[in-house]
C-alpha cells in the first residue's frame, strides 16, 4: 500500500453529466496529438464504427465550438434505461456505443440538428482550465461512473460505496454517507457550497447543513485556506458547485446541460486558485476532481464488465452488469506527474478506497474493498514532489461571451425527480424554521 502521509488534506469536487470524449477526447487530436490519451479519432474506420444513426442520420463526433450553453431545456435523459439504450447491449455482451442520439426522446427534442449536439466534444479553447489541468497534472483515461444511471445513485456511490436507489427520486433515503464513515474514525471534513449541497436531498442532513459547522459557503474558502495553518484545516473538503437542477441565484456552475461549461471552468479555476493560495497548504494536498456521470454525452470506450448487486434493504433488485459511461478526472496535486495520463481502472469508489487507505486502515468497507477497480493512490507519485503552482491561462476574454448572469432566483421546473429533489430541499428548509434571513440560502426561502 502506497504511503500517504505525505498528504494532509484531500480536497474532492464532483462535476455534473460530462463524458471523457465529450470534455478531454480531443488531447487525442492534432495539434496536440497524444498518443497517451484514449480520446477521438478522425481515421474513417474508427468513425464508422461509433457513427450513431438517428433514423435515417448518420451523426459522429464533431469539434463543438460553443461552451455557452445549449438550446433550452436540452437535457439528454441519463437514467438506467436511457442509458442501456445509450451504450447498446447486443446478445454478445458487447457495447457498440452507438446509441447516444437514437436514445434520445423527441420530447427532449425532435430536431436532428439538436440531437446530434451529444456527439460534440470541446477542444482546448472551449475548455481551458480542463486544458490547463490536463498539461500541468494528470488525468484519468479509465475513470468509469460507478454505476450505468443517474446522478443520485452514482453520487451515493461515491459519497458511501453502495445505492439504496437505481433511480433518482426525492427525497434520498437516509444511508451512510462517507461523512458518517469520517465521523466515526474522528477524521475532520467540511463542505464549501455555492449553492444548496447535494446531499441537503437526505433527510438527516439536512439540519447541518442548515445550522452546522461542517457546511460552510464556498465564499468562504479561498480565506480559510489562505489564513489558517494546514494543520488547523480539515483532513477531507469537499467542494460543491451551484446545480443547474437546484433553485439558485446567479450562474449554474456544475456543467449540467443546458448550461453551457465555461461557468464551470471558471468555478473549477476559482477552486484551484484558493488551493494553490498558500504554499504551505498546496504541498501537503490532493485534489480530485471528477464527474458524477456522462450526462448523455458520447464516449466511445465500453464499460467495463464489473457488476453491481443491489446492498440490503435497497430499492431495487436488478443487478447493474457494467459500469456506467466513462467521464473526466483530474488529479491535481504536488504528487502527480506533469502532463501525466493514468491508464488504471477507476470509478467513484476508487476515492473511496485511497480514503480507507489512508484513514481507515486499509480498508473503506468489505464492499468497496472487493470491487473490481484500483485505488486513486495508484496514480499518485511522491518520488518527485512538483512543488510549484503552475498559472491557470487568463480567461477574460473567453468568460466575457457569456451570456449575462441571471440577476433573480432561478427557480427550475420540476420536470425531473432531481428537480424535484432540490425543490423539495427548500420547502423543508422552511418547515426546519430557516426564513429569508438565513446566511446562505435567505434569497431562496423568499
Known sequence: ???????????????????????????????????????????????????????????????????????????????????????????????????????IPPKVSDDPNVRKLVMGYFGAYEVPISHFFAQNFTICDRWFSALPAGTQPNRLMAMGGASMIALNQSPLPNQDLVYDWLNQRKVTWRVYHQGIPFFAMMPKWLAPVLFGDNFRKFEDLAGDLQNTPPDDLPDVIFVEPTYGDAPRWGRSTDDHAPAGVSDGQEFLMQVYNAVIANVDFWKSTLMVIDYDEHGGFFDHVRPPAIPTHPPDGARWSIPFETLGVRTPAYIVSPFVARGGVSHNLLDHTSLLKLLGEKYGGGSYSSDVDARAVGSLSHVLDFTNPQYDTPAPPPVNEYLAKRPPAPQVVVRPPRDTALQQGFADVVENMKQHGADSTHPKFGPLLQ
Open 1 to 103: 500500500m502506497v504511503d500517504l502521509d505525505n498528504i494532509k488534506t484531500i480536497v474532492i469536487v464532483m462535476m455534473e453529466n460530462r463524458s471523457f470524449d465529450h470534455m478531454l477526447g480531443y488531447l487525442s487530436l492534432a495539434p496536440f496529438a497524444r498518443g497517451d490519451v484514449d480520446g477521438q479519432k478522425i481515421d474513417p474506420a474508427w468513425l464508422s464504427q461509433f457513427t450513431n444513426y438517428d433514423k435515417a442520420q448518420a451523426n459522429q463526433p464533431f469539434h463543438c465550438t460553443n461552451p455557452y450553453w445549449l438550446p433550452p431545456e436540452f437535457d439528454p435523459p441519463h437514467e438506467r434505461d436511457n442509458i442501456a439504450a445509450q451504450i447498446d447491449p447486443r446478445q454478445d455482451n458487447s457495447y457498440p456505443m452507438n446509441g447516444f442520439v437514437g436514445a
